[in-house]
């Protein structure tokens, strides 16, 4: 065993060091960063360092309740679905309508199956307002499905 500190052999280790006050300091290892390193690294400047989307150079100033709105315009609530229903089965049947950007399934946690109500989020709100016309009553997995527009939640 070689010591890092001294060099010396055998009789201690580095963190126990008797002359690791008198060696003069190496340049390969250094314990705290530079000044100059430091202010980068808060800054978000540094390289490598993780820097949060919301402080990047580039970033939208948006506050946490904005970044969680989601675009409600162009949302079909879809209710009477069957237990057996999927977020794939609602993609299949509504994307014949237009461009579908979300599609979600109310699930019971603890049975896993369907809760009977879903939502579909269109790119278009003409797309959207076409699925209401043709879906609303029509007869789905031995159900009568009921499409119209969602409401907006009240926080």
Known sequence: MVCRTCGKKGDHWTSKCPYKDLAAPVES?????????????????GKGAYVPPSM?????????SDMRR??????????????DTREADLHE????????TRVYVAMDQKTGTSRGFGFVNFVNREDAQRAINKLNGYGYDNLILRVEWATPRTN
């Open 93 to 100: 049947l509504f994307r014949s309508f237009g461009a579908v």
């Open 56 to 64: 990047r150079a580039n970033a939208e100033r948006t506050t946490g």
């Open 29 to 45: 290892f250094v314990d705290k960063p530079a000044a100059a390193e430091t202010s980068a690294a808060a800054a978000g400047a």
């Open 70 to 83: 989601r675009n409600d315009e162009n949302s079909v609530r879809v209710t009477n679905l069957s237990e």
